[in-house]
């Protein structure tokens, strides 16, 4: 098993790639805290996982929250090896500059980006006192390159890879490796963009699923298990010689 005896948090882990990398996480042997602002999913994904799980509720762009949700895994299993800073937003409509309000680009920067530095500040000197620690930090496609109408999605996604890459630096020598993964678009987007694509027609969700899947080199949308492996690789030995690197996952879309 490639994560024998180890803890690993995981932030957003109710739902989608945050829930699939818990169930591989576990499958692989660590034993995981599944962290969520959601309850119910975050229970959920629990009970999928049984025994060697255990549900923290927290808000990822709270201070407090994050301090107590990095002290709740210590203090369950005295360690902690994995942090997956996976837990995100899209704005349920895709909007420029513009058209974007100051409360949503607050709310996205929020969770996207200021939940990737409070995850890591609370967890690193955890790491730090270890002397090992890996931290996988979720970004984007979006982060990496510009796409239409996604203004503070795209601010938030290159701001967590450059965070990556900087705490990467800082951290090297602490025995600490930090890598991000930029995946392209999902079969699912994240629950607010589903609702709203679901509310705007009944065929919403598959014409996009049909549009982006045909533009594709590979012919197909990622999938959450598609990412989850690419974590799983980040987060276990064989990736011991790779810090502060962007994995993009993205079935070839950015060569296009
Ligand atoms: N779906 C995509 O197409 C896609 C593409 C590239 C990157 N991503 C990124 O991958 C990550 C996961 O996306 P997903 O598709 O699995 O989304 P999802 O919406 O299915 O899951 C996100 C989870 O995060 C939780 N969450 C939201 N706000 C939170 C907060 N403030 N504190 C704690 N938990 C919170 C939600 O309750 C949910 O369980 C996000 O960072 C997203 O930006 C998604």
Request: hydrophobic share 45%.
């Amino acid at each position: 098993m490639r994560l024998a005896d180890r803890v690993a948090l995981v932030t957003g882990a109710g739902s989608g790639i945050g829930r699939e990398s818990a169930l591989l996480f576990a499958r692989e042997g660590a034993r995981v805290a599944v962290a969520d602002i959601n309850e119910k999913l975050g229970r959920e994904t629990v009970a999928l996982i049984g025994k060697s799980a255990f549900f923290i509720k927290v808000d990822v762009s709270s201070w407090s929250d994050t301090q107590r949700m990095v002290q709740a895994a210590v203090e369950r299993w005295d360690r902690l090896d994995i942090l997956f800073n996976n837990a995100g937003i899209d704005l349920p409509q895709a909007t420029t500059v513009v058209e974007t309000t100051e409360e949503d680009w607050d709310r996205t920067l929020a969770i996207n980006l200021t939940g990737v530095f409070l995850g890591s500040r609370h967890a690193l000197p955890v790491m730090m006192a270890q002397r090992s620690g890996v931290i996988i930090n979720m970004a984007s496609r979006a982060g990496l390159a510009a796409t239409p109408g996604e203004a503070a999605y795209c601010a938030s996604k290159g701001g967590v890879v450059s965070l990556t890459r900087q705490m990467a630096l800082d951290y090297a020598s602490h025995n600490i490796r930090v890598n991000c993964i930029c995946p392209g678009a999902l079969e699912k987007p994240t629950l607010d963009r589903h609702q709203f694509l679901q509310q705007l027609s009944s065929g919403a969700v598959e014409q996009r699923k049909e549009k982006f899947a045909r533009l594709n080199p590979l012919g197909r949308l990622c999938t959450p298990m598609d990412v989850a492996n690419a974590a799983l690789f980040l987060a276990s030995d064989e990736s011991a010689y790779i810090t502060g690197t962007a994995l993009l996952v993205d079935g070839g879309d950015l060569i296009t």
